[in-house]
C-alpha cells in the first residue's frame, strides 16, 4: 500500500510539494510511518494567507444569510459523523491515542458544528439609549481571518474547537496542525470542502511550527490567532503577533489540582481522580496531576489508586487499549526525566520501570507515575509533564488544600470530590482556575459551557457562546435625528 501523502490546501490549490520539504508522520506506538506532509515555506505560507484573504474579503461567506452558514455548518458535523470509523482510525494511529478518545473526539467535533450552526443567526448587537433624537446599535462582524495553531495532543477536536465558531461568525481561517499530527487535519479540511464551504474559507498549513507556523503568526495577513500548546511557545506566538497588533486567544498549559475529602465516595470519586490524569497518557492541558488528598484517607486512596492503575492494559491506540503511548520517543525522553526527578523529589511508588513487553518495545510507552512524598514546592507538582504521573499531596484542612491548589503558575481546571455540598461550593468559589468539577473531571460531549485558563493557563475562552467573542468586532452605529 502506498503511503498517504498530505497536502498543504490554498484555496482551491492542493500544493503536493512545499518549499521546506517533506515531513513524516509515525504511530508512537509502533514506529510505522502513517503517512509524508509537505512542509510549508514562505510560498505556501504567502498562498494560504492571500486565498483566505481573498475568500474573507471577497467570497460569497459573509455575504451569506446567517442562517445559511448555519447549515453549511451542520452538514459539516454531519459528514463528521458518517465518517466517525476512518477518521477515529487514522486519529489513533497518528496521535498513538486509544480508539474510544479518538470516537471522542470525532463525536465532539460533530457537535461543535452543531452548535456554532445553530449559533451562526443568533448573533446579535444591541440597542443603546441615547436619548429621543438618537438611535445607536451595535452590529457584529467577523474579524477577518484567524490562524489556528494546533497541538498534538486532540488534532481534529481542536481544529473543530476553534474553526466552527470562527466560521459562524463569518471568518476565513488557516488551519497551522503540529508535525507529529497532520493526519486528520486534511480530512477536516475534505470535509468542509464536500459540505460545500466556499474555497479559501478553510486553508491548511502543515510544517515547521518554529518556521511556517512563526511565518503565518507575523503575517499581517492574519487577523487573530488561536493558540493551543506549550507556555513557551505561546509566548512566542504573542512576540509574533504583537508585531502586527493582533488579538489572540491562548489556550495554554496546567497543573491541575483535584481536592479529595475524606467525606467523598470513593468507589466513585477514584477512577474520575485515575481518569483525569492519565487519558490520552496524560498529555491533555486539563490534567488533574496533583491531588490533594485529606490526610486521614491518604493511605487508602494511594493503595486504591496503587492497585487500579497498576492493572492497566497498554498498547496501540487502534487497539483501544487502557492507555496508549506518548506522541513520540523524544516525548518520552522528557517525560522519563520527570522520573527521575520524582525519585529525588518524593517517593516514585508506580512507574519506575519502562514496559518490557516486546511488543511494546518499538513504541513511545511509559507506565502510570504514582508519586507520594513530594511537596507542592517541587518541580513534579510544578511544572506541567504532559505526562501520566500523579502526585499525592496530603493536607489537614480545608483552606491549606486551597492555598495548595492555588499556589502554581497555572490555573487551568480543578476537580473537588465530597458529598459535602457547602465545602464544595466554598472550595470551588476560592479557586483561581477557568473551571471548577465538583464531583466530576474532565469531559464529554459538553461543548456548551465556555473554557480557558487564569494566570499562565491563558487566556480567552473555548466552547460556548463566550468563544465567538473572540471572532467577532463590534462596529458600533449612531443617528442623530432630532425632530424639527
Ligand atoms: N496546552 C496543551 O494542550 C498542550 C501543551 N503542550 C505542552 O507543550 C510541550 C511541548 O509540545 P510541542 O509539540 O513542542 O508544543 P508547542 O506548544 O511547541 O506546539 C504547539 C503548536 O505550535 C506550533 N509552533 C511551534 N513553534 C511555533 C512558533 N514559533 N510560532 C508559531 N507556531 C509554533 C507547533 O508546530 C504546534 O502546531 C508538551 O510537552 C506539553 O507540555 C503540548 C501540546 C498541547
Known amino acids: 500500500m502506498t503511503t498517504p501523502h498530505i497536502p498543504i490546501v490554498a484555496g482551491d490549490k492542493i500544493l503536493n510539494e512545499g518549499s521546506d520539504g517533506v515531513g513524516e508522520t509515525h504511530d508512537p506506538a509502533t514506529g510505522a510511518l502513517v503517512a509524508t506532509f509537505a512542509r510549508a515555506g514562505a510560498a505556501e505560507v504567502d498562498m494560504a494567507v492571500a486565498a483566505a484573504r481573498d475568500a474573507f474579503d471577497n467570497g460569497p461567506w459573509r455575504r451569506m444569510r446567517p442562517f445559511e452558514r ?25 496521535s498513538g491515542k486509544p480508539l474510544r478518545d479518538s470516537y471522542w473526539e470525532v463525536d465532539c467535533s460533530a457537535r461543535f458544528f452543531e452548535f456554532y450552526g445553530g449559533a451562526a443567526d443568533k448573533l446579535h448587537g444591541a440597542s443603546i439609549p441615547l436619548g429621543p433624537d438618537w438611535s445607536d446599535w451595535t452590529v457584529k462582524e467577523p474579524i477577518g481571518v484567524s490562524l489556528h495553531i494546533i497541538p498534538w495532543n486532540y488534532p481534529f477536536q481542536l481544529i473543530a474547537r476553534g474553526v466552527a465558531p470562527a466560521l459562524a461568525a463569518g471568518c476565513a481561517v488557516i488551519i497551522k496542525p503540529a508535525a507529529d499530527t497532520p493526519v486528520t487535519a486534511y480530512e477536516f479540511v475534505k470535509i468542509c470542502r464536500e459540505a460545500g464551504l466556499p474555497d479559501g474559507l478553510v486553508n491548511l498549513v502543515n510544517g515547521r511550527g518554529s518556521f511556517a507556523g512563526d511565518l503565518l503568526a507575523r503575517h499581517p495577513g492574519v487577523d487573530q490567532i488561536t493558540f493551543t500548546g506549550s507556555v513557551p511557545t505561546g509566548e512566542r506566538v504573542l512576540v509574533a503577533a504583537a508585531s502586527h497588533a493582533v488579538p489572540c486567544n491562548m489556550e495554554l498549559g496546567g497543573k491541575s489540582p483535584q481536592i479529595l475529602l475524606a467525606d467523598a465516595d470513593l468507589d466513585r470519586a477514584l477512577p474520575i481522580v485515575a481518569g483525569g490524569f492519565l487519558t490520552h497518557c496524560g498529555q491533555v492541558c486539563n490534567a488533574g496531576t496533583r491531588l490533594f488528598v485529606e490526610r486521614s484517607i491518604h493511605d487508602t486512596v494511594v493503595e486504591r489508586l496503587h492497585a487500579r492503575i497498576s492493572a492497566m492494559k497498554l498498547g496501540a491506540g487502534i487497539d483501544d487499549p487502557d492507555m496508549g503511548p506518548l506522541i513520540s520517543a523524544a516525548h518520552r525522553g522528557d517525560v522519563e526525566r520527570y522520573y527521575e526527578l520524582a525519585k529525588s523529589e518524593g517517593e516514585l511508588l508506580l512507574g519506575a520501570d519502562l514496559p518490557s513487553d516486546p511488543g511494546l518495545a518499538r513504541g513511545a510507552f511509559v507506565r502510570p507515575g504514582l508519586v507520594v512524598g513530594a511537596t507542592n514546592q517541587a518541580r513534579i507538582a510544578r ?28 490555573g487551568l481546571v480543578a476537580g473537588i470530590h465530597t458529598s459535602n455540598i457547602d465545602k464544595a461550593l466554598g472550595i470551588g468559589s476560592r479557586l483561581r482556575v477557568g473551571q471548577v468539577w465538583i464531583n466530576a473531571f474532565g469531559v464529554g460531549l459538553d461543548v456548551e459551557f465556555p473554557f480557558g485558563g487564569y494566570k499562565l493557563s491563558g487566556y480567552g475562552r473555548e466552547k460556548g457562546l463566550e468563544a465567538l467573542a473572540a471572532y467577532q468586532q463590534t462596529k458600533n452605529i449612531c443617528i442623530h435625528h432630532p425632530l424639527a
Open 70 to 94: 448555519g447549515r453549511v455548518l451542520h452538514r459539516i458535523g454531519e459528514l463528521m459523523l458518517e465518517r466517525r470509523e476512518e477518521i477515529a482510525a487514522k486519529e489513533s494511529q497518528d
Open 383 to 410: 511544572e506541567e509533564i504532559f505526562g501520566p504521573i500523579l502526585t499525592v499531596i496530603p493536607f489537614d484542612d480545608v483552606h491549606e488544600a486551597v492555598d495548595g491548589a492555588n499556589d502554581s503558575p497555572f
